[in-house]
């Protein structure tokens, strides 16, 4: 067939030469015998896991069981974990190497998963649950493609590693629930870190921002009171001013503001020394004394003061 290569026995010897597709005679049987291998097939090897409904399978759930899976023990000997891989292989094209797969081996791809196997559980052996679980799945299936393929060169498989696919890497179904809840607690206590700082975060900024409310308005009482102390200061420089210029003056016009700010609405009496040597003019003010600062002035009435 085109996806053929073949390996002719005459008289119980190999030929030389692999046979190529297309069409070759031999002698007949059982002087002469041809075994086809199709090398241009891609073959899927299952790891881990067996399920013949694979292919069929539009998703997998590990927290539910697909076909028959193979737990590995864990490096403390205790906890249990499930990988469950996929080989890609084909045969070599090569001639050598179509003969170590045609003749060298009794079985060359049980001797591919038999490594497979041995190779997650190195791995295995020394990691945790978590390590396991937690592990980069590119450059894990990539380092174990690479110990798969030097494995089947080594040994003359005459295997060509095409790909290692990583499905799925869980704990046991069994125990599937109990992880789950793990698994929820630890997101919830994330979460409520990661809320814990958002809220801190949010009162840092509240805060910052009162203290720069606070700040300013200091910043604008401290202004204004500066502006009060300038006016009162305006306001004394005049006086000042007037004072060292006429000091009698000053005070004795001070001496009055004190009076008449001390005696307004009160009622008083004012004897002069000249009513006793003669008659002269006097006023009377008939207004009520708690009228005075509010009503206009009245005519004041005069008359002479009799001599004593």
Do not use: C
């Not at 927290?63 to 403390?76: C, D, I, R, T, W």
């Not at 038999?114 to 679980?133: D, F, G, I, W």
């Not at 069994?174 to 975060?201: F, H, M, N, Q």
């Amino acid at each position: 067939g085109s996806n053929q290569m073949a390996v002719l026995k005459s008289f119980g010897k190999v030929s030389e030469n692999p046979l190529q597709p297309g069409l070759h005679f031999k002698m007949p049987w059982p002087f002469g015998e041809v075994n086809r291998y199709p090398v241009k097939t891609v073959n899927a090897l299952q790891v881990g896991f067996v399920d013949p409904e694979f292919s069929k399978r539009k998703a997998l759930l590990w927290s539910k069981a697909h076909g028959q899976e193979f737990n590995l023990v864990l490096g403390n000997a205790v906890d249990l974990v499930t990988i469950n891989m996929i080989l890609y292989y084909k045969i070599h094209e090569d001639a050598e190497r179509f003969f170590d797969y045609a003749l060298q081996n009794q079985n060359p791809v049980e001797a591919l998963e038999t490594y497979a196997y041995r190779a997650l559980m190195e791995y295995t052996q020394t990691s945790t649950l978590k390590e396991v679980l937690a592990v980069n799945r590119a450059k894990f299936a990539t380092n174990l493609e690479r110990a798969i393929r030097d494995y089947a060169e080594r040994n003359r498989l005459g295997i060509q590693l095409i790909d290692v696919a990583l499905i799925n890497i869980h704990p046991p179904v069994e125990v599937s629930p109990a992880y789950l809840d793990v698994i929820s607690a630890e997101i919830d206590a994330k979460r409520s870190v990661v809320e814990a700082e958002g809220y801190s975060e949010m009162r840092l900024h509240q805060t910052e921002q009162e203290s720069y409310t606070v700040e300013s308005q200091a910043r604008i009482q401290r202004a204004r009171r500066i502006g009060l102390a300038n006016k009162e200061a305006m306001e004394f420089r005049p006086l000042s001013e007037a004072r060292s210029i006429a000091p009698d003056a000053y005070r004795m016009r001070l001496w009055f503001e004190t009076w008449e700010n001390a005696l307004t609405d009160k009622r008083l009496l004012l004897i002069d020394k000249s009513l006793a040597n003669d008659s002269g003019n006097f006023f009377l003010d008939l207004r009520p004394i708690s009228d005075n600062a509010l009503r206009n002035l009245d005519p004041l009435k005069s008359g002479n003061l009799p001599k004593p």
